[in-house]
């Protein structure tokens, strides 16, 4: 179709697809987020949604396919399509159309990608979902990982003759749902053939300009102040990890303010194959939590905890003064059995309150959210008084 003959809408859906060719564009048109030409025809595959056309009275040839979803329930089909591995952009209408003059001004708000999903529909509440980043240069190796909806940050670095195999264990232990990786990082076939073959892993080189060394520094140092003793190559995957997320999410991220720089020394280091055969997480033949080591051990009562035991057992200590540490407070916790119920019963009612607060930071939380907000800050008090 002639580019004189399509309408002003039109025009408009054009300029934004274009500026986002490898997403799948939710249109807002009223109530309802519509798609058209290709992205059409895929979404109405794999979402089982009927294909139209609004031209029906034209040749078939020259009809434009197209098809929607309520906005009231988008998010379900939102999560589909990010659980396939499909980037989702969001075109919302930047003004009410009752008042608009002529066509109504649009804009897209947000990225959705694998790795950048918050809302609780799309995610495991005991379980991480981490967005990682790889920057290699002359066999030095950055390595980053950010959970938005947590906001938990995390890097390291690794040199030398076995950086790769160092990567590739970490990337196990994380597993990350997406990965940006720098040239030299996606030239890596047994990194990005484990990011693809063995981890379902949505990958994509990001290309040099995202790691730019200033530029990555100064972005680092200014989302996380605090940062420091980083090597320059792990600067370059925190930078270039806050550029991907700077332009997807478009929107404040002053909660994820603290990043975490560890030493894999301190923990012990397993391949990909040794955690499955050993079943920490999940059995070796269903792939399921039951019957695995975090089955038997996972009594804990909120989401945020069984986050956390799950990373606890993926990283186990070797220090023997931390693992002390640990142990004094599973000690404890066994001698007061009175403060040790009571302490079940409080926690019972804690909800998620990392990822509310999440939500509640990127303008998504609803009123279910809020009141569970509220419910669980309530019993802050209780909690500090028992420990």
């Given at each position: 179709?002639?580019?004189?003959?399509?309408?002003?809408?039109?025009?408009?859906?054009?300029?934004?697809?274009?500026?986002?060719?490898?997403?799948?564009?939710?249109?807002?048109?009223?109530?309802?987020?519509?798609?058209?030409?290709?992205?059409?025809?895929?979404?109405?595959?794999?979402?089982?949604?009927t294909l139209t056309s609004r031209d029906r009275s034209k040749p078939k040839e020259e009809q434009?396919?197209?098809?929607?979803?309520?906005?009231?329930?988008?998010?379900?089909?939102?999560?589909?399509?990010?659980?396939?591995?499909?980037?989702?952009?969001?075109?919302?209408?930047?003004?009410?159309?009752?008042?608009?003059?002529?066509?109504?001004?649009?804009?897209?708000?947000?990225?959705?990608t694998p790795g950048t999903v918050t809302e609780s529909c799309m995610l495991e509440e005991s379980?991480?979902?981490?967005?990682?980043?790889?920057?290699?240069?002359?066999?030095?190796?950055?390595?980053?990982?950010?959970?938005?909806?947590?906001?938990?940050?995390?890097?390291?670095?690794?040199?030398?003759?076995?950086?790769?195999?160092?990567?590739?264990?970490?990337?196990?232990?994380?597993?990350?749902?997406?990965?940006?990786?720098?040239?030299?990082?996606?030239?890596?076939?047994?990194?990005?053939?484990?990011?693809?073959?063995?981890?379902?892993?949505?990958?994509?080189?990001?290309?040099?300009?995202?790691?730019?060394?200033?530029?990555?520094?100064?972005?680092?140092?200014?989302?996380?102040?605090?940062?420091?003793?980083?090597?320059?190559?792990?600067?370059?995957?925190?930078?270039?990890?806050?550029?991907?997320?700077?332009?997807?999410?478009?929107?404040?991220?002053?909660?994820?303010?603290?990043?975490?720089?560890?030493?894999?020394?301190?923990?012990?280091?397993?391949?990909?194959?040794?955690?499955?055969?050993?079943?920490?997480?999940?059995?070796?033949?269903?792939?399921?939590?039951?019957?695995?080591?975090?089955?038997?051990?996972?009594?804990?009562?909120?989401?945020?905890?069984?986050?956390?035991?799950?990373?606890?057992?993926?990283?186990?200590?070797?220090?023997?003064?931390?693992?002390?540490?640990?142990?004094?407070?599973?000690?404890?916790?066994?001698?007061?059995?009175?403060?040790?119920?009571?302490?079940?019963?409080?926690?019972?009612?804690?909800?998620?309150?990392?990822?509310?607060?999440?939500?509640?930071?990127?303008?998504?939380?609803?009123?279910?959210?809020?009141?569970?907000?509220?419910?669980?800050?309530?019993?802050?008090?209780?909690?500090?008084?028992?420990?």
């Amino acid at each position: 179709m002639a580019k004189e003959e399509l309408t002003p809408m039109q025009r408009q859906y054009q300029e934004m697809k274009a500026r986002n060719k490898d997403c799948i564009l939710f249109f807002r048109l009223g109530d309802f987020y519509e798609m058209f030409n290709e992205d059409a025809k895929l979404a109405a595959r794999e979402l089982d949604l009927t294909l139209t056309s609004r031209d029906r009275s034209k040749p078939k040839e020259e009809q434009t396919p197209m098809c929607g979803v309520p906005y009231h329930s988008v998010d379900a089909y939102i999560a589909r399509l990010v659980q396939k591995g499909y980037k989702v952009a969001i075109c919302e209408q930047m003004e009410d159309p009752a008042l608009a003059r002529g066509l109504v001004e649009r804009d897209i708000t947000r990225i959705i990608t694998p790795g950048t999903v918050t809302e609780s529909c799309m995610l495991e509440e005991s379980r991480n979902n981490y967005m990682g980043c790889i920057y290699g240069q002359s066999g030095q190796y950055g390595l980053a990982f950010c959970d938005l909806s947590t906001g938990e940050a995390q890097a390291t670095s690794f040199t030398g003759a076995g950086a790769v195999e160092h990567i590739c264990n970490e990337l196990g232990r994380f597993a990350p749902r997406e990965a940006l990786l720098s040239p030299e990082a996606a030239q890596e076939k047994r990194i990005t053939s484990l990011l693809t073959d063995r981890l379902n892993c949505y990958w994509q080189d990001g290309g040099e300009t995202r790691f730019l060394p200033q530029e990555a520094a100064e972005l680092t140092r200014k989302q996380f102040p605090q940062a420091a003793d980083l090597s320059v190559v792990a600067y370059r995957a925190v930078g270039g990890v806050l550029n991907y997320l700077y332009e997807t999410q478009r929107t404040d991220l002053s909660y994820l303010s603290s990043l975490r720089h560890y030493e894999s020394d301190r923990f012990m280091e397993l391949d990909l194959t040794a955690r499955r055969n050993l079943e920490l997480t999940e059995t070796l033949r269903g792939g399921e939590k039951k019957g695995s080591l975090l089955w038997v051990l996972d009594k804990t009562k909120t989401a945020m905890g069984s986050r956390m035991i799950r990373s606890w057992i993926e990283q186990p200590l070797i220090s023997p003064a931390a693992i002390r540490r640990r142990l004094d407070g599973v000690q404890a916790l066994v001698q007061h059995t009175m403060e040790r119920e009571e302490l079940i019963l409080a926690l019972r009612e804690v909800t998620d309150l990392e990822r509310i607060i999440g939500r509640v930071v990127y303008g998504s939380a609803n009123a279910r959210d809020l009141a569970s907000l509220a419910t669980g800050l309530g019993k802050i008090p209780k909690l500090r008084e028992l420990c």
